[in-house]
């Protein structure tokens, strides 16, 4: 599932918490507001069909540098695009760059889930 | 009994040491049989690899039938392993295949997980690691298949051409998750892409025959290519039917009995005539003492076992053939299957059938008032010339073909009933001899037959060698035909050997071989095998030899050598048609003699019996100068066989 957190307010960051906190999810987080990035989610989120797949697009700066996702990232700053991909513990799995094609986020999901 | 009877068990036992044999063995299946048609209409089928020597006739048309399909079988098994397929290509279709039959799995665990998730989604986690480690190795061969097809592409193009192909298929189907049919499609694909590279890798070269044929003249040392259709572009050469009787004297034969007299003034009289043939022998092959030593010692026994019996030849010249034929049918009748055959016998022996009228040579003795005064070779001319023209004798009217065939059932029947008679008859001749006679020379006779045999059989071909008549040829020393090419087993590879267009010289006792070459595409799968055919005159045929003679006067203990010219005629029955074959010939021969020191030239005329293809002769005859004591035997060997032979050196 697609959320696309633009607003740094309660509904967002629950949404982020509990997708993060979440024993049977897969989590793509996804920063930065760079060209491209928006093509980027879109492949991402055709990956995401299977509903323990969640790709989480944080649009807001705030979120960014002070929210539950915001430890996943390597660089605050909403300038740089990162995609960590959490596993089922929330660990960061592996780090996809922006022009991964589809066949490689979805490969990167199975990977990620096979790693219980 | 007469010598007419010691005649009749000699002869016996010469049939019984020449016309054995052991029985072919079974004919087993082979890819490559040859058919004969000969010139009689008549034609029989028959394989020859192996190394023996199948006789054709050398007026035949020989159809070569390949079988392809077992052809081809042969060629597979004889073929180097098949190409492998690289192992890590072989791993890869493996791993596809293996990954084409675990999408079911995959996609039945994946319908597990969404359950499980729709359960309970904190619980879901095991359920759906399932899922994805199986789905996970479906996608690893797949990866590594389409990473491997694409040697020296970028990363970036790899991950297109994954993304192309199942990109799609990752991506959410109707109802979410895979869409399991484009995975499957992907798997099918790249194994198709494999699958054509390795039937490339595996692509067995076509399989082909190629087949060669040479014919080994007896005037040449090298083998002549034959015209084959289809494999080569030997030019062919005209037809050429080989006449059989032939009733004249051969230029050839001429030259041969000059070398003959040239070598008899240097070997001069001796006490027997193996020591003279062993002295002529020597002179030539002084490597081959032992060998000789062993020839001419088995000559000599045969001479000597023959002379007495062979005395009785006279009784045929003297007309009183019909006496010992009746003997003999006296002694068929004595059995249950002589008086069965009786009726055949009497039949046969009738005159009036004109098959055997021995009482014909009684005419030959006419001639001595015509033959003297003219050389062998002269005197041989006129009585062929006879012959040709009042057309008496074993002669003209019994060489031919269709009075033969006129006969032909009876003679089947009289040999399959002589067949069963052959034990009584063999013990009443014993009965005969034992009693009569007190024990007479045919079992001897034949047991020097027989050692002659074996005695001649390694000198004989030891000869025909050196003399260049058969000289040892390597097959890697046969030249190429030209424009040979290969067969596919694929397409019609019969062919045929026209023995008719070989050339107007061929004769028989000369060979022909026929090379078979198995491929692989160009690869030869193995050295093939070569067929040898030998050629011969079936049916009637004739023809003058000559020979050195070594001739005994009768009453007299030394052999003077002498050159002999003989014309002898003999029946070879048809292979296959179920005639038994007699391996003697007969005819005549004329000789210069030396009997009287106050006549300066003597003419011999004596009957003559041909073993071994005519190589041996024995004979009885008379001087047609005197009028006492004119008898002789002689015993030859026809050692020199051709004109580049040992005449020449």
């Known amino acids: ?116 | 009994m007469n010598p007419h009877g010691r005649v009749l068990a000699s002869l016996a036992g010469l049939l019984a040491g020449c016309g054995g044999g052991a029985s072919p063995p079974p004919q087993e299946i082979h890819p490559v049989s040859f058919v004969e048609r000969q010139e009689d209409g008549g034609e029989r089928s028959f394989v020859a690899e192996g190394g023996r020597r199948v006789e054709v006739d050398l007026n035949s048309l020989l159809e070569i039938r390949v079988d392809e399909n077992r052809l081809a079988e042969r060629i597979d098994s004889g073929s180097p392993a098949s190409p492998t397929v690289p192992t890590g290509l072989q791993d890869r279709v493996d791993a596809l295949g293996a990954a084409l039959d675990a999408t079911e799995e995959a996609e039945a665990l994946e319908a597990s997980a969404f359950r499980s998730w729709a359960a309970d989604p904190r619980s879901a986690r095991s359920a759906i690691a399932a899922y994805a480690r199986v789905t996970t190795a479906i996608l690893d061969p797949f990866e590594e298949a389409v990473e491997a097809r694409m040697p020296g592409a970028s990363s970036g193009a790899r991950e297109a051409e994954l993304d192309r192909i199942l990109g799609s298929g990752l991506a959410g189907g109707p109802r979410g998750g895979i869409q399991w049919g484009v995975v499957r499609d992907a798997l099918a694909g790249e194994l198709s892409l494999l699958g054509a590279v390795m039937d490339t890798l595996r692509e067995v070269p076509r399989p082909g025959i190629q087949i060669r044929a040479y014919y080994l003249g007896s005037r040449t040392s090298e083998g002549l290519p034959l015209p084959l259709a289809g494999y080569n572009d030997e030019p062919v050469g005209e037809r050429s039917v080989v006449e059989k009787v032939v009733l004249a004297v051969s230029e050839e034969e001429r030259q041969l009995y000059d070398a003959y007299g040239r070598l008899a003034v240097q070997v001069g009289a001796k006490s027997s005539a193996g020591a003279a043939l062993r002295e002529v022998l020597e002179a030539e092959f002084d490597q081959r003492r032992a060998a000789l030593q062993e020839l001419a010692e088995a000559a000599e026994g045969l001479v000597r076992s023959a002379a007495g019996d062979l005395e009785a030849l006279r009784g045929l010249l003297d007309g009183r053939v019909n006496d010992l034929l009746n003997e003999m049918v006296e002694a068929l009748k004595a059995s249950e299957a002589g008086r069965r055959t009786e009726s055949l016998v009497m039949g046969f022996l009738d005159p009036g059938a004109g098959i055997i009228d021995f009482s014909l040579l009684q005419g030959f003795s006419d001639l001595s008032q015509t033959l003297p005064g003219q050389s062998p070779a002269g005197a041989l001319s006129t009585l062929l010339h006879l012959l040709d023209r009042v057309g008496r004798i074993p002669s003209a009217s019994t060489l031919r073909g269709d009075v033969w065939e006129a006969h032909l059932d009876s003679l089947r029947a009289l040999a399959a009933s002589v067949r069963d008679l052959e034990g009584p008859v063999r013990n009443e001749l014993t009965r005969l001899i034992g009693t009569e006679l007190g024990g007479l020379p045919s079992p001897v006779l034949e047991e020097a037959v027989q050692r002659f045999l074996r005695a001649a059989a390694p000198v004989r071909g030891w000869l025909d060698d050196l003399a260049g008549r058969r000289g040892t040829l390597l097959l890697s020393d046969l030249p190429e035909p030209r424009g040979q090419r290969t067969i596919p087993l694929a397409s019609q590879a019969d062919t045929e050997l026209d023995l008719q267009r070989l050339p107007p010289t061929r004769t028989a006792a000369e060979d022909v071989l026929v090379r078979f070459t198995l491929l692989s595409g160009d690869e030869v799968v193995d050295g093939g095998w070569t067929d040898r055919l030998r050629l011969k005159a079936f049916g009637w045929s004739a023809r003058t030899v000559a020979s050195l003679a070594f001739i005994r006067r009768s009453g007299r203990s030394t052999y003077v050598p002498t050159p002999v010219l003989s014309w002898v005629a003999r029946y070879r029955p048809w292979p296959g048609s179920g005639g038994k074959e007699i391996p003697l010939s007969f005819g005549l021969s004329t000789a210069t003699l030396d009997f009287s020191e106050e006549k300066e030239v003597e003419l011999g005329l004596a009957a003559t019996v041909g073993i071994l293809d005519d190589w041996a002769l024995l004979g009885y005859g008379w001087n047609l100068q005197e009028t006492t004591e004119r008898g002789f035997f002689f015993f030859s060997i026809r050692f020199l066989t051709g004109p580049g032979g040992l005449a020449g050196s």
């Not at chain 1, 780090?95 to 990620?112: K, V």
Request: no cysteine; glycine share 6%; net charge negative.
């Open chain 1, 1 to 116: 599932m697609l959320h696309i957190l633009d607003t740094a307010d309660a509904r967002s960051r629950t949404i982020l918490e509990k997708s993060l906190g979440h024993p049977s999810r897969i989590v793509l987080l996804v920063k930065g507001d760079v060209e491209g990035v928006g093509s980027f989610v879109t492949r991402a989120s055709d990956m995401a069909t299977q509903p323990w797949r969640d790709v989480i697009w944080l649009k807001h700066p705030d979120l960014v540098a002070d929210s539950a996702g915001s430890e996943y990232f390597e660089s605050p700053s909403t300038d740089d695009f990162e995609a960590p991909l959490l596993g089922f513990r929330d660990q960061v799995v592996t780090r996809l760059p922006m022009d991964a094609t589809g066949f490689r986020i979805g490969r990167a999901f199975l990977d990620a889930e096979a790693a219980e």
